[in-house]
């Protein structure tokens, strides 16, 4: 079956740079999505097709993907960024979608 | 304002069926495919379901084929879960989902990618005798 990989925890200080990384043997031949969510709320889209940024999220998020691995990139990380962050893809078909474990960003 | 909203979440025995409902507005429902992902109490996000704009096209998770029908009714702008043969693992928060689009310049036409770009609230089962 597909999986994708996440750290379980990324930890950053105000300022910093926060990379959560996102590994499958499929990465490569579809697109990425990720997702931020706060305690208590709806998953939010951050990042789809790997790299794009969707309407009101800031510029401080990023995401590339090198091949096998897909990254979402905090720059200069705010308090308010501490979330879980979640990719998501599809299998070949794009019919089978999929999530990672998630990651749990912690602002020190 | 683009908004989901689910219902119909319960507790239900082991084996019980339930149906969830969730009504979109201030979108064309009908072009849009729809989604349902469900997270379980402290745990993270798990797809369950996709369906196509006219419903002929439905995929659905493995543990769910068989058990989960997806379905919707777009003169009521509205999609469905009806889950059968329900147990303990299915407990979760489900959120209905819109699949997102994004408008290509080059091409001047919009595309359909694999994630979604609203999400409902969330409707919480609980499977518990």
């Known amino acids: 079956s597909y999986e994708l990989t996440q750290p379980p925890s990324v930890s950053v200080s105000p300022g910093q740079t926060a990379r959560i990384t996102c590994s499958g043997d499929?990465?490569?031949?579809?697109?990425t999505c990720w997702y931020q969510q706060k305690p208590g709320q709806a998953p939010l889209l951050v990042m789809f097709?790997?790299?794009e940024r969707p309407s009101g999220i800031p510029e401080r998020f990023s995401g590339s993907n090198s091949g096998t691995v897909v990254t979402l990139t905090i720059s200069g990380v705010q308090a308010e960024d501490e979330a879980d962050y979640y990719c998501?893809?599809?299998?070949?078909?794009?019919?089978?979608?999929?999530f990672g474990g998630g990651t749990k960003l912690t602002v020190l | 304002e683009v908004q989901l909203v689910e219902s119909g979440g319960n507790l239900v025995q082991p084996g019980g069926s339930l149906r969830l409902s969730c009504a979109g507005t201030?979108?064309?429902?009908?072009?849009?495919?729809m989604t349902w992902v469900r997270q379980a109490p402290g745990k993270g996000l798990e797809w369950v379901a996709n369906?196509?704009?006219?419903?002929?096209?439905?995929y659905y998770m493995n543990s769910g084929k068989g058990r989960f029908t997806i379905s919707r009714d777009n003169a009521k702008s509205s999609l469905y879960l009806q889950m059968n043969s329900l147990r303990a693992e299915d407990t979760a928060v489900y959120y209905c989902?819109?699949?997102?689009?994004?408008?290509?310049?080059?091409?001047?036409?919009?595309?359909?990618?694999?994630?979604?770009?609203?999400w409902g609230q969330g409707t919480t089962v609980t499977v518990s005798s």
């Open positions: 989902a819109r699949r997102g689009a994004y408008y290509d310049v080059l091409t001047g036409g919009f595309y359909y990618y694999y994630g979604v770009d609203v």
């Open positions: 201030g979108f064309k429902f009908e072009t849009h495919w």
């Open positions: 369906i196509n704009q006219d419903g002929n096209e439905k």
């Open positions: 499929e990465v490569s031949k579809q697109y």
């Open positions: 097709k790997d790299s």
């Open positions: 998501q893809s599809a299998d070949s078909s794009g019919n089978h979608w999929m």
